[in-house]
């Protein structure tokens, strides 16, 4: 995580012993808005067995129960400026960035403005170096290069395309990295 390494300097064994993480806290939306989340944790905390608690967080802007928990924020990652310029231009072309994880509805727009503009997006943004390509398209490599990319873009069918635009969505968020000290403290 790009916010631990902003306080942690210890070695992997101390990192395995000495911190704890929280992957999710899933509230039933029957219960939410009450409280409950930041209950959860402030109450987890210090039965964590451990002098320091991180979390990552992509919706923490929106509902910052961590931090009302006394976890406090350490870092925030920014989205990439290239990906999010390719983003406004599959807004342009119609796209909604909100429903982009749905693949059927980025089939519906691939299928009214034609895959080529979308291909072509997609061209731009890897020649911009600055998207992990095998996070996005399948491929035999673990690093595709530009040209491999997009050979593969270049003959798939709509449907695998917009399978493409959910996995792309799914780089966009800023994530926040929260930090949280248990009933020990932690050494830094």
Excluded: D
């Excluded at 064994?13 to 402030?42: A, C, N």
């Excluded at 039965?47 to 925030?76: D, H, Q, S, W």
């Amino acid at each position: 995580m790009f916010g631990r390494s902003l306080v942690w300097k210890g070695t992997l064994q101390q990192l395995q012993k000495e911190v704890s993480t929280i992957t999710r806290v899933i509230i039933h939306p029957k219960y939410r808005t009450i409280g409950l989340g930041t209950k959860i944790v402030k109450e987890t905390l210090p039965l964590a067995g451990t002098p320091c608690v991180e979390t990552l967080a992509v919706m923490a802007k929106y509902n910052p129960f961590f931090e009302k928990a006394g976890m406090r924020k350490i870092a925030e990652t920014k989205s990439n400026k290239h990906l999010l310029e390719a983003m406004e231009k599959l807004k342009a072309l119609g796209f909604n960035h909100t429903v982009l994880q749905s693949q059927k509805h980025n089939l519906g727009k691939i299928m009214k403005v034609g895959k080529e503009k979308v291909i072509q997006i997609l061209t731009e943004l890897s020649e911009k170096g600055s998207i992990p390509r095998k996070r996005i398209i399948a491929t035999n490599k673990a690093y595709p290069s530009h040209k491999e990319f997009t050979e593969k873009l270049a003959n798939i069918s709509a449907e695998e395309l917009a399978k493409v635009l959910k996995s792309l969505s799914f780089l966009t968020p800023k994530k926040s990295t929260f930090s949280g000290e248990t009933a020990r403290t932690l050494k830094l």
